[in-house]
């Protein structure tokens, strides 16, 4: 009489596919989180955007753009907060593009020396009436990182000190050179207007220096 052989089921096998799955799993979470590669002569472009959209999808589409650097609206978050935006600064920080933060006094809800000193930032621009006072107080908690007080394109400038200016987009395009530190307010222009206010930009840059201009998405008094 023919006895069948026996079949013997392994278990080894999805066990050791588990293991092969969290060993890789462990060094990719060990690895560092691949930089964001930006253009060359792109130093002195960001864009002012909202903690809503921030994350490091948008620092990769910014920096694909032919921007260098990107600036939070923080005039309205809180400090208390769990936040994404928050996680995602730290991941963004790491992949080494530079985040800096935008505080309007007239609407921070937190104190801009908080935001400052708990906030992973490159630096940070202070608008409002008080920015100049505000800018000298939150350099005491800022690590040597720089904090920009912002003016209006009309507006006293400061006796000492590097500054940043608001203007619109007339204003820019009519200017040659003199405005220091351009911060476009932009969260009504459409995208040929943007092209036009980034080519005069480059038009105005000189020496080989990096064209400078900070375009506001966010509406800005």
Request: with cysteine; net charge negative.
């Amino acid at each position: 009489m023919l006895v069948a052989p026996l079949k013997f089921r392994s278990n080894t096998a999805p066990l050791v596919g588990g293991l092969v799955i969290l060993v890789l799993a462990a060094i990719a979470m060990a690895l560092p989180p691949a930089p964001i590669t930006t253009q060359g002569g792109t130093g002195g472009l960001g864009t002012i955007e909202s903690t809503g959209l921030f994350g490091s999808g948008l620092a990769e589409l910014n920096a694909a753009a032919g921007y260098g650097y990107l600036t939070l609206d923080l005039s309205a978050v809180n400090l208390s907060k769990n936040s994404f935006w928050r996680e995602e600064l730290d991941v963004v920080a790491q992949r080494r593009f530079s985040v800096w933060g935008w505080i309007d006094t007239t609407r921070a809800k937190e104190q801009p020396e908080d935001l400052i000193s708990s906030l992973n930032l490159a630096g940070a621009y202070v608008y409002g009436p008080d920015a100049v006072a505000v800018a000298e107080a939150c350099r005491s908690v800022s690590r040597g990182r720089p904090i920009i007080p912002v003016v209006g394109a009309n507006a006293a400038r400061p006796s000492e000190g590097s500054y940043a200016t608001l203007v619109d987009l007339d204003t820019w395009l009519d200017s040659e050179g003199e405005i220091s530190d351009p911060i476009l307010i932009a969260d009504q222009l459409d995208a040929s207007q943007i092209v036009s206010a980034l080519e005069h930009a480059r038009e105005l840059a000189k020496d080989g220096a990096d064209p400078k201009l900070l375009i506001a998405r966010v509406p800005v008094k």
